[in-house]
């Protein structure tokens, strides 16, 4: 089975197509705060919004969305079986859906708040950067709910 026939079976089944939209549905908003598209008083679109910033905030969205679906399809298919190895791939797709825009924030908490100079003109490339690292956490999570493991 090809990855879209993968991913086709699963969110055929509706449990995996509300925690698509319930994943969507939190992240989406949060990202867009957390970016500056959104102004939070009014929750109106920034003006001064950049078109390619909005962008590319959609697709990571869409991918943790997606990304957190088939995660959730291999726990449940792990914890039916006795196989405990798919979790353990999955799991590691979560730590590649950061907010490459929103690094301030996490920056500030972990006292490098000063390195937020450097990367704010970085964002594009960090958000294209993440994007590439969702799609590749697919593949290998779309790999492993379908019973074939990559890994050696």
């Not at 008083?41 to 390619?52: E, G, H, K, S, T």
């Not at 914890?79 to 825009?101: D, E, H, M, R």
Request: aromatic share 10%; proline share 4%.
């Amino acid at each position: 089975m090809n990855q879209f026939n993968i991913l086709s079976s699963i969110f055929a089944q509706t449990r995996y197509r509300v925690a698509f939209l319930l994943l969507l549905l939190f992240f989406l908003p949060i990202l867009a705060i957390t970016s500056d598209i959104t102004v939070l008083p009014q929750f109106v679109l920034n003006p001064i919004a950049d078109p390619l910033k909005i962008l590319l905030m959609g697709i990571i969205s869409l991918l943790i969305a997606i990304n957190g679906s088939v995660i959730f399809h291999n726990y449940e298919r792990a914890a039916a079986s006795s196989k405990k190895t798919t979790v353990l791939g999955t799991v590691g797709a979560l730590f590649t859906t950061t907010c490459p825009v929103c690094q301030p924030i996490w920056l500030v908490w972990l006292g490098f708040g000063s390195a937020t100079a450097f990367l704010v003109e970085l964002s594009n490339y960090l958000a294209v950067l993440s994007i590439g690292l969702l799609v590749i956490s697919l593949n290998y999570s779309l790999k492993s709910a379908s019973g074939r493991c990559e890994v050696k």
